[in-house]
Structure formats: C-alpha cells, structure tokens
C-alpha cells in the first residue's frame, strides 16, 4: 500500500489532530528499512543550476535511485514537468511511495526579482519584506518547488565578503524582524496550500564571521557575541515557525558546524526547541575530511549524524556509511529514526502525504509570466529600499529647471546588473534599467544624453564565473562623457559594481570602486559640480572621494525587476526615499569589520585638551567612526524629534515602560520616517555593546504633521546572556534613545529594579 493512500485514511486534515498526524508518521517509519531512512536523508542534486562544485563524477542515474527509495530530496530541479517526473518516480515506483522536497535558492524572488535582501532590509518595512517573499513563494512554487533555501540571516560587518548582499546587516534586532518577516513570506499561515513553501534559516551558525571575510574560511567567534549577535535571528525564525535550519561550511571552535553537536543539538534543538530538521550546506559532511576533521567519508558521516545533522545535501556520505554505522553499531538506530520523523513531518505538513503533485500544478504557470501585481509590488519594494546618503546642495528631487540631464556610467544602461546576484529563474537582461526609467519618468521636453564613460566586465558577468574586470581601466570612453558632463545641467553619474562582484564566493580584499570610475567621476566633477551619484552596488563601498565631494548620492543596491523605473521615479521626487542602512558604510577597508553596535571600550575618547595625546581608542590615520552609520538615511523632507518622555523612570521585572516621541514633518514633502529606539545598560556584568536597537516603526507623514509615537520596553528587550550563559535582565539604570539613526538621538534614563 502506498504511503500516500494511507495518509488520505489516517489524516483528517479538518480536525489536524495531532495523535493521527504521529501516529501517521510512527506508522510509515515502522514500514521503512533502514537504507530507506537514510535515502529520506538524503538530498540529490539534478544539476539544473550550478550551486557548488561536483561531488563526483555524475554517471549516478538519478531517477533510478528514486525508484530504489535512497533519495528524499532534490535540489536545483526546476519546472512542474521535470518535478512531477520526479514526484511521479517516488510515488510510483518506490516500495513505500513517499514523496520528494524540492529545494532551490530563492534569495529575492523567482522569476520577478525584488530588491537584494541588504536592500530590501534597507526598506525597515516588514510589510513590504514578507510581501516580497509571499510572490516570490508564489512563483516558486509555481514552478514545482516547495522549499526555499531561505533566508540567510546571517549577521555580517564586514563589507569584503561577497555574501553581505543576502542577508540583512549587521544588527541582531533589525535581522531577527527581517527574517522573521520573510519566514512567514515563504510559509503563510498554512504550509499546505500550494502557493507556500517551507523556508530554511542558514547559515546556522556564524558564517557571517569569516575570518578576514574569506569564504569557506574558518570563523573566530566569542560565546558573548555567538549568543547575543548570531543566535536571536535563528530564535526569530524558529519562533516564527521556520521548517528548515542550514548548517555552514565553516568550523565553530575548531570543529566544523556540520560535527557540532553544541550548536545543533545543545543549542538548536534543545535549547531552542527547534522541531525540523537541519539539512547540510552543500557537500559540508564530505568537506570534513578536507578539512582534516574526519579520516573519510565513514568517519565524517559518524560525525554528523552524532552531532544531528538530519539531511545530507549532494555529499552522498550517508547514502554510502550509515548502514554500515549502524549494523556496526556504532550509531544507534533511534537517532536515524529522529532525523527521518523530522523530515516526514515536513512533508506530511506541506500536504504532499494529501497530494504529492500539489507543487506540480501546470495550471498555475501563468504566475511565471510577468505578472502585473508581481511587478508593481516589486516596483514598491524597489523605491523604499533605496537609501539617499547625500543631499547637500538639493540637487534631489530633480528641479524643473533642469533641461538637460546628462546620465554617465555603464551601469546606467545595463538591464541584467538590477538583477542582481542569486537571482533565481529570472531571464537575464529582463530589468529596467535606470536609462529606461529616467526616458519614461522624466518629462518629454527634459533632454537626456547618456555616455557610457567607463567599462568594468566587457562580457556579460554570470553566477559561477569569475567576473573579469580586466579591461576596466580603459579610459576610450572618457572623451564622450566629459562632453555629456559639459552640455549637462546636472550629471546623473552610476557608478559601483557588476552585480555578480558580489553573491557566494565573491570575497575582494578592496571594497572601493573599480577599475577607471573614480577618475572619470572626478574629471566629470571637475567640469559640472552639479553631480549626483547613483550606486548599484552588493556591498558597502568605502570610497571617501565620493562621499566627502559629491553633493548628491542615492545608494540603491540592485533594486531587481523594477529597479530603473523605481530610481526615476525617486530622483523626479514621484516619490520620496525612505530607506535606512541596514549596515554600516566604512570610511576606510581598514575599519572593518565596523558596526554601530561594538562594545564599549575602556578609553572610548580623546583626553580633552590635548588633541595630539595618542593613547586613547581611535585610528592615526582615519576616523573611526563609519562615513555612513547604521540607520542613517535621508528624505526631501526633514523630521524634527522633540519631547522623548518616559510614563515612569522606574520598572520592576514584571512591568513594562512607555516611550513617547514627538515627530515631525518640519519639510515640504510628504515622506516616510523610520523612527529608532536603542538602549544602553549603563553598568552590566559583562561589556554590553554602546547602544542597541530595540524597536522602530515606519510611519508616513504629510508635510507640516506631527506625530506621538510610543514603545513599550520590558525586560526581555533588555536582557543579554552573561557570562553564565543565562539569558536575563539585570537590575540596574538604562538609557532609552530614539531617533532617525543611530547617531541623531534624543535619549531619557530609567531605572529597572529587581
Ligand atoms: C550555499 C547555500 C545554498 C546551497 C544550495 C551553497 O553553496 O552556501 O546557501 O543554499 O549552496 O544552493
């Protein structure tokens, strides 16, 4: 008898009763041998995209092993056809017909691609963010998958490595809200409908702390940062309800992630009380005997399982070591049994135990034809993801009297840079570049000339090449947009990187421009000081040049689908940027790993009076604080705080406080406004950092209004764990800060009482 049918008798989805559900899946692993508990282990590569490198040469028929019930799941396999072929061979051909996961990448978006997820997080706008993952689950799973690979929530503050564009920053609050957001895109409030799919939190845990942000490097990692920096994004996903954690390619206290039974059995799955299962980065149980951790595959496998690793991604170490561990007894039976309950389940919570081909749905493949909902929820997306750096001479919004606009820069043109990286199925060159945005947005009597002026890739850069930028000091281009700048009212000049400069394995030891930008920006400059910059970049660029010189900058990372219309429409004032960084944008390669949240230090400042005394925290050579700080972003309006008031200066464990804020519209233009909350525990058992996110709330405001806008504070938003590993609050006076960024703050004490 078939799995499947047993599940439509046993499973009466009306009343979801637990019992039935277990025993449901008791019963199933009753039936199974062992080498089919470990082929439900077992996750296979179809090779449809190329993630990672080739385990072994691939004469292995897959389909096959389906058949023969060794493989529990594939990824990089695309398109209802190809996973109902698939689905069909597990169903029907496998002694117990249990279905198969389909997982692949989908970073932000599938076919309509929405802002980077650095950008995105750059919106503050959970709305928008869980949105975005709602259409990009909708179209995922249009085309026959039903888990995504996503999100990564990993903390990242250092610019060089090339992943900071997939995750959301460098701040714990800020990325646990995001990532919880996008969980709840992908999954809904029911994982079993056909247009939700399960969601992964990775890269559990700490691979955003690569050494010298080299990827597949080693991590250093204190407890105190471990468990108040990277782990609450994990708890937030977990919380939220997140069906998959990934594990990561590097080592956590000298033993890889993969063999750490400290994180994922002591922390993940016991102290956290995480219910699914833990599935491999790619290869990571083989790489261990790489890294010299394991003697061989047998070994690496006993490893892993010891440590509970539930699913091994494309190693193929399981398939061929565990039932011989087992028959050895070296592994008990029982932990195989845990790892296969926790996939079952998720398949039985998908709903494919009810129908296996519900992911495999033809008739839902319009939702991968440009669809119009799709498109301008990305466009909204796109436009409260930007962030304006810069606005000194107002050269932003574009004033009417501006009858020439002269638009210099390669990336200007460029209809595939917007994608981005990890861009999913989308077609290349299918995103609106700024050029076309500005020809539609712009009035028709605007002149626009446009001169590419620099070149960085000659060939069009893709996702597993190196990206060549060889000829990227050529200066042919110069004379042509030196006579744009001069018949030019004002410069639109976009300048910043090829998009695949950054993504999985695009570490750089330089995070300025590349290539001849700068000179051609500063010879533009030195004609027409009417200048704005427009970025398109995955990383932060520390450029001070640019920074201190140029009047006008919009960062806007790549923006995706929409991106060109939605710069036009942010530079002609159609709308107002409103995103903050989510990161911190360094003034100098040599302060990172750089983040407004560092601990406090015993000589944080100057000895006044004497500027020259050189004993005190800083750098000889460079400030340190960051050119851009988290947080910070500009709008064509101004909004003034005033009146920080707290309802009470003292609260005991088990009460809460209430912060009131005025803000205002004190400009001329509507806008929006992410307001900020940070404490500081003034005096704590172990060094806190100087000031920590709490809360923000984006609000739009009308010229001229005013608004009160309140928080509530108890003791879990100020609790840490301590040196004792202990998560608490201790007694003791806070500082309450709210602003617009981490800089600008109006701040209160309070006193919390045992
Ligand atoms: C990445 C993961 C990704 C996996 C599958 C790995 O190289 O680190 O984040 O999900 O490939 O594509």
Redesign the pocket.
């Known amino acids: 008898m078939s799995a499947i049918k047993a599940a439509n008798t046993i499973i009466d989805s009306s009343s979801g009763e637990e019992t039935n559900t277990q025993d449901f899946i008791e019963d199933l692993i009753g039936k199974m041998t062992l080498s089919e508990k470990i082929g439900q282990m077992t996750q296979y590569d179809a090779s449809w ?1 190329v ?2 490198p080739p385990v072994q040469k691939d004469d292995i028929d897959r389909y096959e092993k389906i058949a023969e019930g060794r493989v529990g799941a594939m ?2 396999i695309l398109g209802t056809e190809a996973t109902r072929e698939a689905q069909k061979i597990a169903v029907e051909n496998s002694r117990l017909g249990i279905p198969l996961l389909f ?3 989908v970073v932000h978006g599938y076919k309509t691609m929405f802002p980077i997820p650095i950008a995105d997080a750059c919106s503050w706008d959970l709305t928008h963010i869980e949105n975005a993952t709602r259409i990009a689950a909708t179209e995922a799973t249009a085309a026959g998958l039903n888990w995504a ?2 999100p ?1 929530m990993d903390i990242s503050r250092d610019a060089r490595w090339g ?1 900071v564009m ?1 995750g959301a920053g460098e701040d714990p609050y800020l990325v646990s809200k995001v990532s919880a957001a996008r969980v709840k895109g992908f999954q809904g409030e029911d994982l079993s409908k056909p247009d939700t799919m399960a969601a ?1 939190a ?2 559990f845990a700490a ?1 955003g702390f690569l050494n010298a942000a080299l990827e597949y490097n080693t991590t250093e990692i204190s407890d105190n940062t471990f468990l108040n920096q990277v782990l609450p994004p994990f708890k937030a996903a977990i919380d939220a309800g997140v069906s998959t954690v ?1 594990n ?2 590097s080592d956590f206290n000298g033993i890889p992630v993969t063999a750490n039974s400290y994180l994922q059995r002591d922390i993940l799955k016991k102290e956290l009380g995480f219910k699914g299962f833990i599935i491999t ?2 290869s990571t149980i083989s790489e261990m005997v790489v890294h010299q951790y394991a003697k061989d595959n047998k070994d690496a496998a006993y490893k892993a399982i010891i440590a509970g690793t539930d699913m091994d ?2 190693s193929r170490v399981y398939e061929n070591n565990l039932e011989a561990l087992v028959n050895e007894g070296a592994v008990e039976e029982k932990m195989i049994d845990d790892a296969v309950r926790r996939i079952l389940t998720l398949k039985l919570n998908l709903g494919l135990f009810d129908d296996p081909y519900r992911y495999c749905d033809e008739s839902r493949s319009y939702l991968l034809d440009h669809v119009e909902d799709h498109h301008s929820k990305a466009l909204e997306a796109a436009k409260s993801s930007a962030v304006l750096l810069k606005n000194d001479k107002n050269l932003l919004p574009i004033r009417k009297s501006v009858k020439t606009i002269g638009v210099i820069g390669k990336l200007a043109d460029d209809k595939d840079a917007p994608l981005g990286s990890w861009r999913a199925r989308t077609e290349a060159q299918s995103g609106v570049s700024i050029l076309e945005g500005l020809q539609k947005h712009v009035p028709s009597e605007t002149e626009i000339l446009f001169a590419k002026g620099y070149t960085l890739s000659v060939e069009p850069p893709t996702f597993t090449q190196e990206v060549d930028l060889s000829q990227s000091d050529d200066e042919s281009g110069f004379t042509e947009a030196l006579e744009v700048a001069e018949r030019s009212d004002l410069v639109l000049f976009v300048l910043g990187e090829e998009c695949f400069q950054t993504g ?2 695009r570490s750089q030891t330089f995070i300025g421009l590349k290539g001849a930008q700068l000179k051609l920006l500063k010879k533009v400059y030195a004609i027409n000081k009417n200048v704005v910059a427009i970025m398109m970049n995955g990383r932060p660029i520390a450029e001070p040049w640019l920074y201190e010189n140029i009047p006008s900058i919009l960062e806007s990372w790549y923006l995706g689908s929409q991106s060109g219309n939605a710069i036009a429409e942010l530079l002609t004032g159609k709308c107002n940027p409103s995103g903050k960084l989510a990161l911190s944008i360094p003034r100098s390669i040599g302060q990172i790993p750089i983040s407004y949240n560092h601990t406090r230090t015993g000589r944080p400042d100057p000895i006044p009076g004497d500027p020259n005394f050189v004993f005190w925290s800083h750098y000889s050579d460079c400030d340190k604080t960051p050119q851009y700080a988290f947080g910070h972003g500009l709008s064509y309006t101004t909004f003034e705080y005033s009146n920080l008031k707290l309802n009470t200066d003292t609260i005991s464990m088990d009460e809460s406080l209430t912060v009131s804020i005025e803000v205002e519209n004190t400009g001329s233009y509507d806008g929006e406004e992410v307001v900020q909350l940070y404490i500081n525990d003034l005096y704590s058992s172990t060094i806190r950092p100087v000031k920590e996110l709490k809360g923000f709330e984006k609000l739009h405001f009308k010229a001229g209004e005013k608004k009160t806008v309140t928080f509530t504070i108890g003791w879990k938003d100020l609790a840490f764990y301590g040196a004792d590993r202990i998560f608490k609050a201790e007694p003791g006076e806070f500082d309450v800060m709210v602003g617009g960024n981490s800089e600008d703050l109006l701040s209160a004490r309070f006193e919390l009482t045992a």
């Open positions: 995209d993630t990672g990824l990089n997982g692949y990448d690979f996503a990564m992943r997939e992964t990775k890269h691979y990934m990561a390619f980065d790619y991604m494309e999985e394995g």
